[in-house]
């Protein structure tokens, strides 16, 4: 449970294990700011090993893409299953993001 | 997090604190024995939902005081899932509250819960007074995953 950070090819991904909910969202927002704060710009949040999101952690998403496009950055998000797409279709936010289906697809061309 | 089994249900008073959030909508969800032929509906509405619920009632209902509780009274038949969701605070209108999917709301950090919680939530209901939102869930093979039969 939790979230797993790594890099690869200049590129910061961000695995999230568990749920991201409000119990734990300020734990990524801090996460994904102290790589912003020293110079990272191209982010991966990879889903591929998450429960369930509640609107506080949509909420998250949608703010640290904003920090991130302010700092001439990037956010995409990877690996959503189908309750997850369910979520952000509902709430119209895969409008907002760039969702690949696998990891892979959201390092390419990074 | 105090707990009571009641019959065909039980009662939970929680803290005010939202990492208690998981850990009460889990006991619940694993205290549904006859849910299993619906898991998709339990996996993604009902924990959304109630996650929602306990949310908005600890963050805005109790105004995030830890002297306040939050009571969860669940009742499990046949056929459908009920919970009754209770703060201690003053209450709120929901009809004043904005469509989260509005060109001028989509970028909007904040209010999308009581929009999730009508469209995964088969109803949703308040008291008079603002602080109590009741919750059900239809175990019915025939029910989409989001109400208006919008499934993605």
């Known amino acids: 449970m939790g979230f797993q950070v790594s890099r690869s090819d200049g590129v910061t991904l961000v695995d999230v294990e568990g749920q991201l909910i409000v119990g734990n969202r300020q734990e990524l927002k801090q996460k994904v700011l102290e790589h912003l704060e020293n110079g990272d710009r191209k982010f991966v949040i990879d889903f591929s090993s998450t429960g369930y999101i509640d609107s506080s952690g949509l909420g998250v998403l949608v703010s640290l893409s904003k920090k991130i496009r302010e700092q001439g950055g990037e956010l995409r998000l990877s690996s959503l299953n189908e309750d997850l797409r369910t979520l952000f279709e509902l709430t119209k936010l895969d409008t907002l993001f760039r969702i690949t289906g696998t990891r892979a697809e959201a390092l390419e061309g990074f | 997090m105090f707990q009571q089994r009641v019959e065909d249900g039980l009662v939970l008073e929680l803290p005010t604190d939202v990492r208690s959030i998981e850990h009460a909508v889990e006991y619940v969800v694993s205290r549904c ?5 619906h898991a998709a509906r339990l996996r993604l ?16 209902g109790n105004g995030r005081d830890p002297s306040k509780r939050v009571r969860v009274e669940v009742t499990l038949g046949p056929d459908q899932i009920r919970a009754r969701v209770t703060d201690q605070g003053t209450g709120f209108d929901p009809a004043a ?4 999917t509005a060109p001028e709301n989509l970028a909007k950090v904040g209010g999308r819960g009581l929009f999730l919680m009508r ?4 109803e949703v209901s308040f008291n ?12 019915d093979a025939a029910s989409p995953l989001v109400r208006g039969g919008a499934q993605a």
Do not use: I, S
């Not at chain 2, 024995?33 to 032929?37: L, S, T, V």
């Not at chain 2, 469209?119 to 088969?122: C, N, Q, R, S, V």
């Not at chain 2, 008079?128 to 175990?139: E, P």
């Open chain 2, 45 to 60: 509405n009902f924990r959304v939902g109630l996650t929602e619920a306990l949310a908005n009632a600890m963050l805005y």
């Open chain 2, 128 to 139: 008079d007074r603002g602080n109590q939102v009741t919750l059900v869930l239809r175990l």
């Open chain 2, 97 to 100: 509250v904005p469509d989260p």
């Open chain 2, 119 to 122: 469209k995964l939530l088969d």
């Open chain 2, 33 to 37: 024995g006859g849910c299993q032929d």
